[in-house]
């Protein structure tokens, strides 16, 4: 009896609800027509454009939105941030902490170093190309060259000319005998080939710098295994028991005041 009471319960319920929900939705269509809410139209035509303005204007919105798209690549690969991120990165894995600073912290402190070397840069490009261009002075082309011949300025102070050989090489392009060179023929090189030579010599001074700062930390690596393995403790991991000196070696040279101080002087 309780098994049949239980189930009529469950029915009783289950119609209920349906009930509930029937009336709900007729009540509200009810509602809706009584109201004679108006539907919007939506119509979206492609129609050949009337004159060539509206074909230049067409193609000026996709250049503006194919930079923004490009914005972070333009901001790592031609400013300081790439060796500043990979000297980062490098001290953190040397000194072990895994993910201690996080990579937000670490992404934020590059950027802060990069706007803090890269000011008198954007200084140069807001006076050369931002205002002339929003005063009117110059066309759209005459800001993109203007904003280029400080970046310009800057990647050729920091590239080794070697790797612009590498790329003047690969365009068939006469090379550069020697660094004096540079000055005479930079309005000859190509953004093209000067872009990714700046970058090549981003990651090889950025490997340098890591390589350096790996030193003093496999030291005590090496100091601390030798001295576990001396006292048998072989089962305990060296890795656990150098972290603490590592920590307190960084500490006591005051390790992030030397490393920022002398990353951010390596920029000439």
Avoid: C
Avoid at 8 to 25: A, E
Avoid at 112 to 134: C, G, H, R, V, W
Avoid at 220 to 247: E, N, Q, R
């Amino acid at each position: 009896m309780k098994r049949i009471d239980k189930k009529k319960v469950i029915k009783i319920i289950t119609l209920t609800i349906m009930l509930i929900i029937f009336f709900s939705v007729i009540s509200y269509g009810q509602e809706i027509d009584e109201q004679n809410l108006p539907i919007p139209h939506i119509n979206i035509d492609l129609e050949p454009a009337e004159g060539p303005q509206e074909v230049v204007s067409t193609l000026q919105i996709l250049f503006i939105i194919t930079i923004i798209s490009l914005a972070p690549s333009i901001l790592i690969m031609m400013t300081s941030f790439t060796r500043i991120i990979i000297v980062l990165y490098f001290l953190r894995s040397a000194i072990g902490t895994q993910q201690t600073p996080p990579n937000q912290v670490l992404i934020g402190l590059a950027l802060f170093l990069t706007l803090f070397i890269m000011s008198p840069t954007l200084a140069d490009i807001n006076e050369q190309a931002i205002k002339p261009y929003t005063a009117g002075q110059i066309t759209q082309a005459e800001a993109i060259d203007n904003a280029m011949n400080p970046l310009r300025e800057f990647m050729f102070r920091q590239v080794r000319t070697s790797d612009l050989n590498l790329f003047m090489g690969i365009s068939n392009a006469e090379p550069i005998e020697n660094a004096e060179n540079i000055e005479q023929i930079k309005e000859q090189i190509p953004s093209r080939v000067l872009i990714p030579a700046f970058i090549i010599s981003e990651l090889k001074t950025a490997f340098m710098i890591g390589f350096l700062l790996y030193i003093p930390f496999i030291v005590i690596d090496m100091v601390v295994a030798s001295t576990l393995m001396s006292m048998g403790m072989m089962m305990l991991p060296p890795a656990m028991i150098s972290l603490p000196f590592k920590i307190l070696l960084f500490i006591l040279v005051d390790g992030w005041n030397l490393v920022i101080g002398q990353l951010v002087q390596t920029f000439k």
